[in-house]
């Protein structure tokens, strides 16, 4: 994707407000994550305590993940980044006011990076399920790619900022002027207007128990969430042991560490704007082959004395990390169907970003006891290993995805509604079918598919039989949480399920409607009550 091809994105002005803010908050970001790296590795002196502060504000996406992505389906997007936002401040500033009054602990500045974790844990699922809000689909993997090079400008600006701000003035100014960066993202979405998709209407125990569910029930987005996760794991050694490799291997202070930092940014700008490039030359080839060389490139950085050789080792990293990152979160957007999509980019964020404060912490360990270089190049390989193994999940090509379409509740036209005092009930959903034993082989090969249509859309169990009299007499059967969740099951049926619904609903017994039964619960034994409550579901 090339620059020119990148421009009609920029057009739309509601995306190019939100892009100009990212710059601003992602250099704010990577001011205070070099000023806080940098501040308690002077405090002491420990790759452990350094990669502890690295991984600290991802940490609480392993805990906080889900529930922000159903915050994202189920909310306002815009006021969620407001909020956010508004939290990563407070922290920053926190960071500041510690730091000046001379109050500095490893454990409290560890506390505020999770503090402003808490704020970026609920600010990424709803960034990058507002992209879509935003822009037409087919600018959506353009808007990917150049909400990635935020990034990369802010890795090639905010860590030399951040370093000579820690080296002149201290990091105490560098968490000023960082909470500066996050509160131009406050400011930037209160003025962003999302036009907001058709909102999930169920509470958020449901609503993540129900993105759970998709997932569960879609295994080529189960494969890419597994190969994020070791991803995320295996190459979280880079930037963590980045800081020790600069002091021990380098002989570097605050500004080396800053301008490795940014020569990673200056990367991952250059492959934010070349990645349609690279995806038209490597097609599905282009998650595999980015990870074996960002394998290898670590592996260069891990052995290397030299800050030159090191300098160019990190550059290719944030190159590929753009493709791979780009790539991937271009292909979630794509395959979401919007009414699940805060919580398909929650989880695929998860996947990556959960896990790499684990790899930081183990990198870490490994790093006290064997030095930097050692675990640097072992996770390297790692990487590489990930790399070659992604080969067998035959990842689509981006440019290729044909995303869903919403196709409606057709199905409720055949359904006799519950009664008004009861659709909040739980309850049964039954259709019959009656199929021509010459074609009842072709009827059982679309079952599987519908079995994952139920489920990944709100069915909470399912099932499929056959007359044991009238052998082509068949009666599928799910349970549903209510009227209400069925209704909406319903409307999310999209285009890649209609064509199988179209095709069963050829032997549909016509005599006989859709029914939904409401569950009732028996008496007890002994009493005259009447059956009235159902099961809780």
């Known amino acids: 994707m090339t620059e020119r091809s990148l421009a009609p994105t920029l057009k739309v002005p509601a995306f190019r407000r939100l892009w100009l803010g990212l710059i601003t908050f992602n250099v704010g970001h990577l001011i205070q994550v070099v000023g806080s790296s940098w501040l308690i590795l002077d405090v002491t002196s420990s790759p452990l305590w350094v990669s502890l502060m690295i991984g600290a504000p991802t940490l609480p996406l392993l805990v906080l993940s889900l529930p922000a992505g159903a915050a994202a389906d189920l909310f306002d997007r815009r ?6 936002a508004s939290i990563m401040t407070f922290g920053a500033c926190s960071m500041a006011v510690l730091d000046l009054l001379d109050e500095v602990t490893p454990p409290r500045l560890v506390f505020l990076g999770l503090v402003i974790g808490i704020g970026v844990a609920f600010l990424n699922p709803a ?3 507002i992209v879509r809000d935003l822009v037409p689909t087919s600018l959506v993997p353009g808007a990917v790619s150049l909400n990635s090079t935020t990034g990369g400008v802010a890795n090639a600006v905010g860590p030399v900022i951040g370093g000579l701000l820690v080296a002149r003035f201290g990091a105490g100014v560098a968490f000023l002027v960082a909470s500066v960066g996050y509160l131009t993202m406050v400011i930037v979405s209160i003025r ?22 998709y997932i569960r029930f879609s295994p080529d987005l189960l494969s890419m969430l597994l190969l994020g996760s070791l991803f ?14 600069t002091e021990d291997a380098l002989g570097g202070g605050a500004v080396a560490y800053g301008l490795l930092l940014g020569s990673f940014g200056v990367g991952a700008v250059v492959g934010g704007l070349s990645r349609g490039i690279g995806s038209s030359v490597l097609r599905s080839f282009m998650v595999p082959a980015s990870i074996v060389a960002t394998g290898l490139v670590g592996v260069v950085a891990g052995q290397s004395q030299m800050f030159v050789v090191t300098g160019v080792a990190v550059f290719c990293a944030g190159l590929l990390w753009s493709w791979i990152l780009a790539t991937m979160i271009s292909m979630f957007q794509l395959l979401s169907p919007g009414w699940v999509r805060g919580r398909l980019m929650s989880a695929f964020i998860l996947s990556v970003f959960g896990f790499i404060p684990i790899g930081s912490v183990v990198a870490g360990q490994i790093g006290d006891v064997y030095g930097a270089s050692v675990a640097l190049t072992v996770f390297s390989i790692g990487v590489v290993v990930v790399g070659f ?6 990842l689509p090509v981006v440019e290729d995805i044909e995303p869903p379409v919403s196709m409606g509740a057709a199905d409720l036209a055949t ?14 959903v039954v259709n019959r079918w009656r199929v021509p034993e010459s074609e009842f082989e072709e009827f059982t ?14 069915a909470r169990e399912w099932g499929v039989y056959r007359s044991a009299t009238e052998r082509n007499r068949v009666v599928e059967v799910y349970r549903a949480g209510s009227w209400e969740d069925h209704v909406q099951q319903q409307e999310r049926i999209d285009s890649r399920a209609q064509p199988v619904l179209e095709r069963l609903a050829t032997y549909r017994d016509t005599g006989v409607p859709q029914e939904f039964l409401v569950a009732i619960e028996p008496p007890a034994p002994g009493t ?8 809780s579901a």
């Open 79 to 84: 006021r969620i980044l407001v909020v956010s």
């Open 127 to 129: 960034l990058q399920a």
């Open 192 to 213: 962003t207007r999302a036009v907001d998709p058709t909102r999930d209407r169920a509470g958020m125990g449901n609503a993540i128990a129900t993105g759970v569910r």
């Open 232 to 245: 995320g794991f295996t190459s979280a050694a880079l930037r963590a042991m980045l800081p020790s490799l």
């Open 389 to 394: 193994a992604s080969l067998r999940l035959r």
């Open 415 to 428: 359904a006799k509604p519950a009664p008004s005092d009861e659709i909040h009930l739980p309850g049964l």
């Open 445 to 458: 090969a679309a079952l599987g598919e519908l079995r994952r249509i139920r489920l990944s859309t709100g």
């Open 528 to 535: 005259d009550e009447s059956p009235s409550q159902p099961d």
